[in-house]
């Protein structure tokens, strides 16, 4: 993926996201996690007793295949689609939203069926920027005893050509969670440019001065995480398991640095949302989801 243009994305597509749930795959590192009513991420469902699960989050429609797992994610209004495969386990995006690209990821789960490392290889071109270019990626996930996300590191590097010259870029996403007594308090956000020697930083502190009980610990829409590549993972609970309370508030201090040259800045924006009877988010920051029942498709 283009990171140039990423650069330019980050300060404004903040988006904090509160997950769905947990699984059982075959890996074996599952560090003993019980996960949210011990459900399979992998399977949508965010409540074990009645089978609710994820059926869309913002623009996107969730597809599950004949064994009640996650097929494909698509967006709605143009090709941006992530299919999945099992056995090995692969994820394969799609995008021509503006860059036209295809990245495959080469996937490993734990026992709990989150994320914990990947391999990435991408082809990708455009016609704005009369580009073309071929990269690879990795990533690696850790997670507290709790089910919580606890870091996410993230790699990548691409040749090509744009404007008609070639060019070499390669970075280093590292991204940090702190939680406390069930809440997440603070992402820590830093993004490195090998080449050009950009650093751009970031932290979001979030405040819980209203109650919202987040009852199936989901994730909704208020954070990017590093990658845009991962920007769908939490909300399928790939990534583990939400807070216990949903935050009122974020505050969103950033430094972009780019050789001598810097922007640094501080943002804080409120939290709204919706429930569902059933205490599950119907809106979250004006994305709504909806959600059906996995026998409703037996």
């Not at 143009?78 to 995006?93: E, S, V």
């Not at 809440?183 to 956000?189: M, P, R, S």
């Not at 490195?192 to 987040?214: H, Q």
Request: net charge negative; glycine share 10%.
């Amino acid at each position: 993926m283009k990171k140039d243009f990423l650069w330019s994305l980050m300060a404004v597509m903040i988006a904090m996201t509160i997950s769905v749930s947990l699984v059982s795959c075959d890996n074996d590192d599952d560090n003993g996690i019980s996960g949210v009513n011990n459900v399979s991420a992998l399977t949508g469902i965010i409540d074990k007793e009645s089978g609710l699960r994820l059926k869309s989050f913002g623009e996107y429609t969730v597809y599950y295949n004949n064994e009640g797992l996650f097929d494909s994610i698509a967006h709605k209004d143009y090709l941006d689609d992530y299919a999945f495969q099992y056995g090995p386990d692969k994820i394969r995006r799609r995008n021509n939203s503006f860059y036209n690209y295809v990245t495959e990821f080469a996937v490993n789960y734990d026992k709990m069926g989150r994320m914990t490392s990947y391999e990435s290889q991408e082809t990708g071109s455009s016609i704005y920027f009369e580009s073309n270019w071929t990269g690879t990626g990795s990533a690696s996930y850790t997670y507290d005893n709790e089910g919580h996300l606890t870091s996410m590191t993230q790699s990548g590097g691409e040749t090509g050509i744009e404007f008609g010259k070639p060019y070499t870029s390669s970075w280093i996403e590292k991204v940090t969670l702190t939680w406390e007594n069930g809440l997440l308090k603070e992402i820590a956000y830093e993004d490195i440019g090998l080449e050009n020697a950009r650093t751009w930083s970031a932290v979001y502190t979030f405040g819980y001065d209203t109650e919202y009980v987040n009852k199936h610990k989901q994730w909704v829409y208020f954070y990017v995480f590093g990658d845009n590549n991962s920007i769908f993972l939490p909300y399928l609970g790939l990534m583990g398991i939400g807070p216990d309370k949903l935050p009122s508030s974020v505050t969103f201090t950033y430094k972009d640095k780019l050789g001598t040259v810097g922007n640094d800045g501080t943002e804080t924006y409120p939290c709204s949302y919706e429930f569902n009877a059933d205490g599950s988010v119907a809106k979250a920051n004006g994305w709504e989801y909806t959600y059906e029942y996995a026998t409703d498709s037996k």
